[in-house]
């Protein structure tokens, strides 16, 4: 399986972008899509995720409000549309694919399958 993520680049404050990450080939029976930050210096860490099949929908408090986690099923992708982006938001954003239970889905040992990374820059 492949996870390809897409739709990082440079944004002033307050404004907004979308994230894509889409899943390919085969081998892959993951039922929740997440998305992960690192910032530079930082630890990764979780942002929000999806479940595939309820759509159920999990959030930082940090992103909360702003960031909306989506998923199109039939395009086998799942979207971070962020607003409201802060210079705190700066980060290599990936999206990762797994089977984790409740008390793991907001951690990276839930997921087994990784995109490459997709940059997000908000200049203040």
């Known amino acids: 399986v492949q996870l390809q993520a897409s739709g990082g680049g440079l944004v002033q404050a307050g404004g907004s972008l979308r994230l894509s990450c889409t899943a390919s080939?085969?081998?892959?029976?993951?039922?929740?899509m997440g998305w992960f930050r690192q910032a530079p210096g930082k630890e990764r860490e979780f942002v929000s995720a999806?479940?595939?099949?309820?759509?159920?929908?999990y959030y930082a408090d940090s992103v909360k409000g702003r960031f909306t986690i989506s998923r199109d099923n039939a395009k086998n992708t799942v979207y971070l549309q962020m607003n409201s982006l802060k210079p705190e938001d700066t980060a290599v954003y990936y999206c990762?694919?797994?089977?984790?239970?409740?008390?793991?889905?907001?951690?990276?040992?839930?997921?087994?399958?990784w995109g490459q990374g997709t940059q997000l820059t908000v200049s203040s």
């Open positions: 990762a694919g797994g089977r984790p239970i409740l008390s793991t889905i907001r951690t990276e040992g839930g997921y087994y399958a």
């Open positions: 080939g085969s081998g892959f029976s993951g039922n929740v």
């Open positions: 999806i479940r595939w099949s309820q759509g159920t929908t």
